[in-house]
Protein backbone atom coordinates (compact mmCIF):
# COMPACT_ATOMS: atom_id res chain seq x y z
CA UNK A 1 0.00 0.00 0.00
CA UNK A 2 1.16 3.09 -0.46
CA UNK A 3 2.36 5.70 1.96
CA UNK A 4 -0.71 7.34 3.30
CA UNK A 5 -0.86 11.40 4.42
CA UNK A 6 -2.68 10.88 7.54
CA UNK A 7 -3.91 14.45 6.99
CA UNK A 8 -6.10 13.46 3.91
CA UNK A 9 -6.68 9.97 4.60
CA UNK A 10 -7.38 7.22 7.06
CA UNK A 11 -7.94 3.43 6.93
CA UNK A 12 -10.87 1.86 8.52
CA UNK A 13 -11.54 -1.27 9.31
CA UNK A 14 -8.28 -2.43 8.72
CA UNK A 15 -9.31 -2.53 5.20
CA UNK A 16 -10.34 0.60 3.58
CA UNK A 17 -8.42 3.67 2.53
CA UNK A 18 -10.82 6.36 3.06
CA UNK A 19 -11.01 9.95 2.77
CA UNK A 20 -10.10 11.95 6.31
CA UNK A 21 -12.49 14.85 5.66
CA UNK A 22 -15.68 12.42 5.51
CA UNK A 23 -17.37 13.88 9.09
CA UNK A 24 -18.61 11.39 11.14
CA UNK A 25 -18.09 9.17 8.28
CA UNK A 26 -21.57 9.62 6.82
CA UNK A 27 -20.50 8.77 3.45
CA UNK A 28 -18.69 5.45 4.15
CA UNK A 29 -21.60 4.50 5.84
CA UNK A 30 -23.94 5.31 3.11
CA UNK A 31 -21.53 3.56 0.53
CA UNK A 32 -21.07 0.61 2.53
CA UNK A 33 -24.99 -0.29 3.01
CA UNK A 34 -25.27 -0.05 -1.00
CA UNK A 35 -23.30 -2.47 -2.68
CA UNK A 36 -25.45 -4.97 -3.47
CA UNK A 37 -26.36 -3.41 -7.10
CA UNK A 38 -24.82 -6.31 -9.06
CA UNK A 39 -26.92 -8.90 -7.79
CA UNK A 40 -29.91 -6.77 -8.61
CA UNK A 41 -28.37 -6.64 -12.63
CA UNK A 42 -26.93 -10.27 -12.69
CA UNK A 43 -30.54 -11.49 -13.32
CA UNK A 44 -30.18 -9.25 -16.47
CA UNK A 45 -27.29 -9.69 -17.80
CA UNK A 46 -25.59 -11.73 -20.57
CA UNK A 47 -22.22 -12.06 -19.79
CA UNK A 48 -19.56 -11.33 -17.61
CA UNK A 49 -16.78 -10.25 -19.35
CA UNK A 50 -16.50 -6.35 -19.00
CA UNK A 51 -18.40 -3.35 -16.96
CA UNK A 52 -17.41 0.27 -17.26
CA UNK A 53 -17.65 2.03 -14.06
CA UNK A 54 -17.94 5.18 -13.08
CA UNK A 55 -17.40 7.25 -10.63
CA UNK A 56 -15.60 4.70 -8.71
CA UNK A 57 -14.84 7.03 -5.91
CA UNK A 58 -12.62 4.95 -3.10
CA UNK A 59 -13.96 1.83 -4.96
CA UNK A 60 -16.23 0.39 -2.84
CA UNK A 61 -18.98 -0.93 -4.82
CA UNK A 62 -16.33 -1.45 -7.47
CA UNK A 63 -15.05 -4.48 -5.63
CA UNK A 64 -17.93 -6.08 -6.26
CA UNK A 65 -17.73 -6.04 -9.66
CA UNK A 66 -13.68 -7.21 -9.61
CA UNK A 67 -14.94 -10.05 -8.23
CA UNK A 68 -17.32 -11.22 -10.90
CA UNK A 69 -16.55 -9.62 -13.88
CA UNK A 70 -13.36 -10.38 -15.67
CA UNK A 71 -12.12 -6.84 -16.54
CA UNK A 72 -13.30 -3.55 -15.13
CA UNK A 73 -12.27 0.04 -15.94
CA UNK A 74 -13.16 2.39 -13.74
CA UNK A 75 -12.84 6.04 -13.64
CA UNK A 76 -12.90 8.67 -10.88
CA UNK A 77 -11.42 11.86 -11.58
CA UNK A 78 -11.46 13.39 -8.09
CA UNK A 79 -7.24 12.43 -6.69
CA UNK A 80 -8.08 11.84 -3.26
CA UNK A 81 -11.15 9.21 -4.14
CA UNK A 82 -8.67 8.28 -6.54
CA UNK A 83 -5.66 7.41 -4.47
CA UNK A 84 -8.22 5.49 -2.01
CA UNK A 85 -9.69 3.66 -5.08
CA UNK A 86 -5.89 2.64 -6.14
CA UNK A 87 -5.04 1.76 -2.81
CA UNK A 88 -8.35 -0.52 -1.94
CA UNK A 89 -8.46 -2.03 -4.89
CA UNK A 90 -5.14 -3.68 -5.93
CA UNK A 91 -6.53 -6.24 -8.56
CA UNK A 92 -5.15 -6.94 -12.04
CA UNK A 93 -8.49 -6.80 -13.85
CA UNK A 94 -9.43 -3.51 -12.74
CA UNK A 95 -8.21 -0.58 -15.24
CA UNK A 96 -8.19 2.43 -13.43
CA UNK A 97 -8.36 6.08 -15.30
CA UNK A 98 -8.07 9.44 -13.00
CA UNK A 99 -10.25 11.34 -15.45
CA UNK A 100 -14.20 12.41 -16.16
CA UNK A 101 -16.52 10.31 -18.84
CA UNK A 102 -17.89 13.08 -21.00
CA UNK A 103 -19.10 13.03 -24.70
CA UNK A 104 -15.50 15.53 -26.11
CA UNK A 105 -11.82 15.10 -25.29
CA UNK A 106 -11.10 18.75 -23.42
CA UNK A 107 -9.62 19.34 -20.04
CA UNK A 108 -11.86 20.29 -17.14
CA UNK A 109 -11.96 21.93 -13.82
CA UNK A 110 -14.49 20.71 -10.63
CA UNK A 111 -16.28 22.19 -7.51
CA UNK A 112 -16.72 20.32 -4.52
CA UNK A 113 -20.35 20.12 -3.81
CA UNK A 114 -21.66 21.44 -0.64
CA UNK A 115 -22.49 18.94 1.87
CA UNK A 116 -21.45 16.21 -0.72
CA UNK A 117 -18.08 14.75 0.34
CA UNK A 118 -16.44 13.39 -2.80
CA UNK A 119 -19.06 14.65 -4.62
CA UNK A 120 -18.18 17.33 -7.55
CA UNK A 121 -19.85 19.99 -10.38
CA UNK A 122 -17.86 19.81 -13.75
CA UNK A 123 -16.88 22.97 -14.55
CA UNK A 124 -16.58 23.10 -18.76
CA UNK A 125 -13.96 25.75 -18.17
CA UNK A 126 -10.32 24.27 -18.75
CA UNK A 127 -8.93 22.78 -15.70
CA UNK A 128 -6.25 19.84 -15.15
CA UNK A 129 -8.53 16.99 -15.64
CA UNK A 130 -9.08 15.04 -18.43
CA UNK A 131 -12.61 13.83 -20.23
CA UNK A 132 -12.39 10.98 -22.10
CA UNK A 133 -15.76 8.93 -23.84
CA UNK A 134 -16.47 5.21 -23.17
CA UNK A 135 -16.11 4.53 -26.74
CA UNK A 136 -12.13 5.55 -26.60
CA UNK A 137 -11.79 2.35 -25.10
CA UNK A 138 -12.09 1.00 -28.36
CA UNK A 139 -13.88 -2.35 -26.10
CA UNK A 140 -14.47 -6.14 -27.76
CA UNK A 141 -17.07 -6.58 -25.36
CA UNK A 142 -19.14 -4.91 -23.09
CA UNK A 143 -21.56 -6.53 -20.61
CA UNK A 144 -22.46 -3.91 -18.49
CA UNK A 145 -22.51 0.03 -17.90
CA UNK A 146 -22.98 1.66 -14.45
CA UNK A 147 -22.97 5.71 -14.02
CA UNK A 148 -22.51 7.41 -10.96
CA UNK A 149 -21.38 10.72 -12.24
CA UNK A 150 -23.23 13.50 -10.46
CA UNK A 151 -25.48 14.57 -12.76
CA UNK A 152 -23.06 14.21 -15.46
CA UNK A 153 -25.03 11.25 -17.05
CA UNK A 154 -26.04 12.29 -20.56
CA UNK A 155 -22.62 13.72 -21.35
CA UNK A 156 -20.93 9.74 -20.61
CA UNK A 157 -24.11 8.17 -22.56
CA UNK A 158 -23.28 10.23 -25.85
CA UNK A 159 -19.72 9.31 -25.23
CA UNK A 160 -20.85 6.01 -24.76
CA UNK A 161 -23.17 5.97 -28.26
CA UNK A 162 -21.20 3.14 -30.58
CA UNK A 163 -20.37 0.60 -27.29
CA UNK A 164 -24.09 1.09 -26.31
CA UNK A 165 -25.35 0.32 -30.26
CA UNK A 166 -22.98 -2.33 -30.86
CA UNK A 167 -23.00 -4.42 -27.59
CA UNK A 168 -26.20 -3.20 -25.96
CA UNK A 169 -25.20 -3.79 -22.50
CA UNK A 170 -27.17 -3.31 -19.17
CA UNK A 171 -26.80 -0.24 -17.89
CA UNK A 172 -27.82 1.49 -14.59
CA UNK A 173 -27.66 5.01 -14.11
CA UNK A 174 -28.91 7.82 -11.79
CA UNK A 175 -31.72 9.66 -13.05
CA UNK A 176 -30.93 12.48 -10.15
CA UNK A 177 -28.95 15.89 -10.02
CA UNK A 178 -28.80 16.18 -14.27
CA UNK A 179 -30.92 19.74 -13.75
CA UNK A 180 -27.22 20.66 -12.43
CA UNK A 181 -26.55 20.72 -16.23
CA UNK A 182 -29.97 22.03 -17.89
CA UNK A 183 -31.20 18.80 -18.22
CA UNK A 184 -34.49 16.52 -16.60
CA UNK A 185 -34.92 13.10 -16.04
CA UNK A 186 -36.90 12.82 -18.83
CA UNK A 187 -34.02 13.67 -21.08
CA UNK A 188 -32.20 10.41 -19.80
CA UNK A 189 -35.28 8.69 -20.14
CA UNK A 190 -35.70 9.12 -24.14
CA UNK A 191 -31.90 9.07 -24.82
CA UNK A 192 -32.35 5.28 -23.17
CA UNK A 193 -36.13 4.73 -24.78
CA UNK A 194 -34.70 6.00 -28.08
CA UNK A 195 -31.74 3.04 -28.17
CA UNK A 196 -34.32 0.50 -27.45
CA UNK A 197 -33.64 0.03 -24.05
CA UNK A 198 -36.71 -0.61 -20.78
CA UNK A 199 -35.98 -0.29 -17.07
CA UNK A 200 -36.05 -3.60 -15.17
CA UNK A 201 -34.85 -2.93 -11.68
CA UNK A 202 -34.08 -0.57 -9.47
CA UNK A 203 -31.81 -0.34 -6.82
CA UNK A 204 -31.58 2.69 -4.44
CA UNK A 205 -31.17 5.79 -6.55
CA UNK A 206 -29.91 3.66 -9.70
CA UNK A 207 -32.32 2.88 -12.41
CA UNK A 208 -31.62 -0.54 -14.55
CA UNK A 209 -32.37 -0.49 -17.79
CA UNK A 210 -32.05 -3.71 -20.45
CA UNK A 211 -32.07 -3.77 -23.92
CA UNK A 212 -35.66 -5.02 -25.92
CA UNK A 213 -35.25 -6.67 -29.03
CA UNK A 214 -37.63 -4.74 -31.35
CA UNK A 215 -40.71 -7.26 -32.48
CA UNK A 216 -43.10 -6.83 -35.23
CA UNK A 217 -46.36 -8.62 -35.82
CA UNK A 218 -48.00 -9.16 -39.54
Known sequence: ??????????????????????????????????????????????????????????????????????????????PINFFCLVNNLPYDNVIKFQCCLGDDHKMISMSPLKDEIGGFFVNENRGNIPTLRIDDLNLTSCDFIQLDVEGYQLFALNGAINTIQKFKPVISIELDWVERYNFSHRDIINFLTNLGYEKVDSYTSDHIYVYKELSFSL
Do not use: H
Open 1 to 78: MAKIDKNIFIELENKWVWRNDDTNFKTFRVLSSETELLEKVKPSLKGNKVVVQAGGNCGMQVVKFAEFFETVYTFEPD
